[in-house]
């Protein structure tokens, strides 16, 4: 019964997967055809070397790794420095400011993402 029950949800969360590999393999025209249908009438290799001379994919992908790997390091270096300024050191306002610290991260990243987007589109 369990085993079922994870089998469907690990279908229910690979479909988005398996329906943007199948429709990436489609003839153009068949992409938005209603009734929508999983595999097209043919396989389009092409649509990948069409994809690589639209857009500089590997600059793309070089870019999004430079940025998560900065991110998460700033991050990593960030939390250490405040991590041992809260464990170790004793200054007035600590308990406030870790408070604070908290705090923000309880904050969905929604509601953050919302005013940002707002922000950028202005």
Known sequence: MSQTALTLVLLAYLF???WMVASSLKPSSEIFANPPRLVGSSVEWGNY???LDYLPFGRLLLNSVI???L?????VLVSVCAAY????LR???RNLL????LSTLMVPQEVVVIPMF?????
């Open 16 to 18: 988005p997967f398996i």
């Open 49 to 51: 070397s069409e994809m």
């Open 67 to 69: 940025v998560a790997a």
């Open 71 to 75: 991110g998460a390091t700033l991050a």
């Open 85 to 88: 300024a809260f464990a170790r």
């Open 91 to 93: 200054f007035r306002g």
């Open 98 to 101: 870790f408070v604070l610290l």
């Open 118 to 122: 707002t922000m950028m589109r202005t």
